[in-house]
């Protein structure tokens, strides 16, 4: 029987660069934008010779690119030996295959030997892996205006749910074009990994995601999620030959929350095993590590809505943009140390004033309604005359302090990316941000984690959402799908394709 498990993208909304260093603290949401794993047996039946076996079969299949890998793996050591005829460098994926072999490897480490005997019968029938990936993780901008579209939501909410992401080329009958895989910047390798470890750990009975409620993910420490969590960090950081923040695997695995990295000596075994330590004599040290990140459930407060736009002025390579950073803090340490301080306090003081909205929604949900509905309305400088009592300045002063201390986090980064030669939010980002948090019901807007000029994000007040669409399209951004969806991985029901997922269209405002 098959299993699916999806783990949604995420955006990061402070914390860009900071949250490198422990114990910087940084904003991520995790959003609709959900990837899928669908893990089944290759074969019906075990063959009657394949005790003998030392090798059995992977194969893994992206339909969004065409795109069909097999695999051998070793029942000794779990090296995956790809056996694909098609060109071999062009079908691999090093985030699929490490996420098969820390996956087994765990399952075997944690298994008992009856649950082991299992565990090799199942491996034994081989593993059909189908990736899949919400629209809203790949950029389809060139694809609407090479043929003349208009840059609007509705446009992009009917394509087909997992469209060919060979649409990107823009060519029209490239049948032998190399697809271009833009995207969106939202953590597209973490949602995959996450949800093929998810997918397979449970697929093993290793851990059961069925029993998780969807609140549980961040009210218990639940050792299935951490489980999920270690082995997906650790596929992740070998896949990319680095290891991150993992704030992006953190938010697929446990949703919206605060996060704070961890030590990253916890994946110095894992390192080692690239240079030819076998995989079961890490995976022990990488189960019992001190994983020592810091999680605590953060999301928006109520009536306001995340928004993504896609201004198509080009891409951004956050290593590149990270080491510039990092060369310029060593070359300028005094100079950097406070522009890094000052840049910490502006995104603890948007933490507070987030914290601060949603008490007072809780306390006082009537006056934190009437405020929001009625700044919806107006531009910020005229939010103050929309409180006419001391309950509702209190939420008109926490609204304008989050855009103060936005203001402040801008103003920061824009230094740090001038200081280090980098675009953290370029000229033209600049004048989009501006123009977007002038608009009527718009509390602030930004460059999402390392900046550039893949997208903008910005969060509205109540019903403003609309009029932002609109303003957005005049001047060239092509607003998203994305919305903030506060859950981490989980198990479904159905196979995605038979379901015919869509991001999020239930939930878009076209006027």
């Given at each position: 029987m098959a299993v699916v498990a999806?783990?949604?993208?995420?955006?990061?909304?402070?914390?860009?660069?900071?949250?490198?260093?422990?114990?910087?603290?940084?904003?991520?949401?995790?959003?609709?934008?959900r990837f899928y794993a669908i893990v089944k047996p290759l074969h019906e039946e075990v063959a009657p010779d394949s005790w003998a076996w030392a090798w059995t079969d992977v194969k893994l299949t992206s339909p969004q690119l065409s795109r069909e890998t097999m695999y051998k793996?070793?029942?000794?050591?779990?090296?995956l030996q790809c056996v694909s005829s098609s060109d071999l460098s062009e079908s691999r994926n090093p985030?699929?295959?490490?996420?098969?072999?820390?996956?087994?490897?765990?399952a075997r480490a944690i298994l008992d030997k009856t649950n082991n005997d299992f565990l090799h019968k199942k491996l034994l029938l081989g593993?059909?892996?189908?990736?899949?990936?919400?629209?809203?993780?790949y950029s389809y901008r060139n694809y609407i205006e090479a043929r003349g579209l208009p840059l609007t939501p509705d446009v992009l909410a009917a394509l087909?749910?997992?469209?060919?992401?060979?649409?990107?080329?823009g060519e029209s009958n490239g049948e032998n074009c190399k697809p271009e895989v833009a995207k969106t910047g939202l953590g597209s390798?973490?949602?995959m990994t996450t949800s093929v470890v998810a997918a397979l750990l449970h697929y093993f009975g290793v851990v059961n995601l069925s029993s998780l409620d969807k609140d549980l993910h961040q009210e218990k420490d639940s050792v299935d999620l951490d489980l999920v969590h270690i082995i997906a960090q650790s596929a992740h950081c070998i896949a990319q030959g680095k290891v991150g923040s993992g704030f992006d695997v953190s938010s697929a695995v446990y949703g919206s929350q605060r996060y704070v990295r961890f030590s990253p000596e916890v994946l110095s075994s894992a390192q080692v095993a690239i240079e030819g330590l076998p995989?079961?004599?890490?995976?022990?040290?990488?189960l019992k590590g001190n994983w020592d990140h810091e999680r605590i459930k953060f999301s928006l407060p109520p009536l306001m809505t995340l928004l993504l736009g896609e201004p198509g002025a080009g891409g951004s390579s956050t290593p590149s943009m990270v080491g510039a950073v990092k060369k310029w803090q060593k070359s300028d340490p005094e100079k950097s140390l406070e522009t890094w301080r000052k840049l910490s306090e502006a995104n603890f003081a948007l933490e507070t004033q987030f914290k601060i909205l949603s008490k007072l929604a809780e306390e006082n949900w009537d006056a934190y309604k009437s405020v929001i509905i009625s700044c919806s309305m107006h531009r910020s400088e005229k939010w103050m005359e929309q409180a006419s009592r001391p309950d509702q300045e209190a939420v008109v002063n926490a609204l304008l302090g989050a855009r103060d201390a936005m203001l402040r986090i801008?103003?920061?980064?824009?230094?740090m990316g001038e200081a280090a030669g980098i675009p953290i939010e370029p000229p033209s980002q600049t004048q989009l941000l501006d123009a977007t948090m002038n608009m009527k019901g718009v509390l602030l807007a930004g460059v999402p984690g390392a900046g550039g000029f893949d997208a903008i994000f910005a969060v509205s007040l109540g019903n403003s959402t609309g009029n932002i669409t609109k303003a957005w399209t005049s001047l060239n951004v092509l607003q998203m799908l994305v919305r903030e969806d506060p859950h981490g991985v989980r198990l479904e029901s159905d196979d995605p394709q038979a379901q015919q997922i869509t991001s999020a269209i239930s939930s878009v405002s076209i006027e």
């Open positions: 999806s783990a949604p993208g995420k955006v990061l909304m402070t914390g860009g660069y900071l949250i490198l260093e422990r114990p910087n603290a940084g904003l991520v949401l995790s959003t609709n934008a793996m070793s029942l000794k050591d779990l090296m985030f699929v295959e490490q996420a098969v072999q820390y996956s087994i490897a765990a593993l059909d892996i189908t990736i899949l990936g919400c629209n809203d993780f087909p749910p997992f469209t060919s992401i060979t649409f990107n080329s390798s973490a949602a995989i079961q004599e890490v995976i022990h040290d990488i801008r103003s920061n980064m824009r230094q």
